[in-house]
């Protein structure tokens, strides 16, 4: 049987174009089975799973969860709000007294980019990163890789443009890495304080036109503000990051061209997106919630495999 070159997923940047393509292999047949009346395989029976939650998330965390449920793993669920990480404990002495309840594999999302690399080198669980900081987030670039290739046939040769706060966003660097190993190309968008000053020497096209882009571009990834993670004004002011970034459904209909619309949510409307463009024909972003959970299926199982 064909395995993961890796025994943890931190990142897209560490893993191979082969480990991506047997991922959605693997994620093809999850998706069957999730739509089937009975949604449940025992691969994963006798595994016990904790999710181990720094930060916020409404979709990744519910997403792991039932994809742990329908794979039979057993799954227990932390979030370091209400615990004792509020006493001082450490992430490690945390970490280690969920394993020694014999926990064979932690999903991790923590605000701090490289939590989950830090963590690899101390214990002997495999680990999963659910987001760390401004890092990466690997299995949101893979669901919306996945979600490519279901609309438009294949990821290779496609145009993508990333739009928003690229610099603020894991989301970007992970789909950045993600789509280059596929063989598509990618554009990033945004004000210029947003766009990171290295990003050209990840051989991404730049562009501060959101029409350009839209224009260029088979597929549209649109990322929200991160006011969370800013310390300072980027922009003067919400109303007028609208005014130049926001698109609507009039904007796409009046490109001469199918376009794929995506966001990884949570979607501030009528802000990065109007509700008109955010739920129309060209939206694939229930699917991309949808397919995240045959895609963690898939990363769960062949993880399991490597021990
Ligand atoms: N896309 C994503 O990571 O969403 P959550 O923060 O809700 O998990």
Redesign the pocket.
Known sequence: MQELSVRHLLGIKDITPQDIQLIFEIADNFKDVINRPIKKVPSLRDITIANVFFE??????LSFELAEKRLSADVINFSSSGSSVKKGETLLDTVNNILAMKVDMIVMRHSSPGAPHFLSKHIPANIVNA?DGTHE?PT?ALLDSFSIRERLGEVAGKKVVIIGDILHSR?ALSNIFALQKQGAEVMVCGPITLLPKYIQALGVKVETDVRKALAWCDVANVLRIQLERQQMKYFPSLREYTLYYGIDKKMLDSLDKEIVLMH???INRGVELSSDAADSHHSIILNQVENGVAVRMAVLYLLAQKG
């Open positions: 916020n998330s409404t979709r990744t965390r987001g987030h949101q989301v990884p949510g949570p």
